[in-house]
């Protein structure tokens, strides 16, 4: 079965200092795996996608994630936390089915506080 | 980038009455909507899947009868909420699969709260 896991609901940061976000997914193929991020009251928005391409991929703000297949990993990591990176972010897997037809599987979500 | 938008943003309404959601893909035709509901501090929780000209699939525990969903066209989905409860109030948040993107990759609406009194 599909699932992913993010490891921690709660991460505090410095202003500054580099952001770790972890996530384990658990997949029989290879996956298409996502990190998108939830502002208070706002909808999601994209910040990278791992589509089997090369392994270590750049998004929007700053932020990489490497996907490690040996470990199943898919960690979101920035090297200097901004103030604005404070945000809900969430990993997902998305699970694809005969016809071209998937679904979205969503991790419990890791609350990043950035502090001065 | 691909766009998705819905309407209204924000809704109270009475304990009884029915309220409908609608999500639109504004530059591309989506085929497949889908509908998630998010619980305060909870992640987001898969309603059901809209097809263009089909019924929706529906997640397991999810009641379609309370839940109503159309896609009568490639860009429009709806979801009624009938004769909401208190316990209905949540964010709901819309999204939709361009065919021609990456596989997988959905895009996400802005949501929708709705208040039930």
């Known amino acids: 079965a599909q699932s992913v896991t993010q490891l921690d609901s709660h991460v505090s940061v410095s202003e500054g200092t580099p952001v770790l976000l972890r996530c384990n997914y658990s997949s029989s193929y290879s996956p298409s795996l996502f990190w998108y991020v939830q502002h208070p009251n706002k909808g999601l928005q994209l910040l990278l996608k791992?589509?089997?391409?090369?392994?270590l991929v750049k998004g929007i703000n700053g932020f990489e994630a490497e996907f490690k297949k040996s470990e199943t990993s898919f960690h979101l990591t920035k090297p200097s936390a901004h103030m604005s990176d404070a945000a809900e972010y969430f990993c997902?897997?998305?699970?694809?089915?005969?016809?071209?037809?998937?679904?979205?599987?969503f991790g419990a979500g890791t609350r990043l506080a950035v502090h001065p | 980038g691909a766009v998705v938008s819905q309407h209204p943003s924000r809704v109270i309404c009475k304990s009884g009455t029915s309220v409908k959601i609608e999500c639109r893909s504004l530059?591309?035709?989506?085929?497949?909507m889908f509908w998630y509901r998010q619980f305060p501090k909870q992640s987001l929780m898969l309603m059901a899947t809209s097809n263009e000209g089909s019924k929706a699939t529906y997640e397991q525990g999810v009641e379609k009868d309370k839940f109503l969903i159309n896609h009568a066209s490639l860009t429009l989905s709806t979801l009624t909420v009938t004769s909401a409860h208190p316990e209905d109030s949540s964010f709901y948040i819309c999204?939709?699969?361009?065919?021609?993107?990456?596989?997988?990759?959905?895009?996400f609406g802005p949501g929708t709260r709705l208040t039930v009194t």
């Open positions: 530059d591309f035709q989506a085929t497949t």
């Open positions: 791992y589509t089997s391409a090369a392994t």
């Open positions: 997902v897997v998305s699970l694809l089915f005969s016809g071209g037809y998937n679904k979205l599987i």
């Open positions: 999204s939709a699969r361009d065919p021609a993107g990456v596989v997988g990759e959905q895009y």
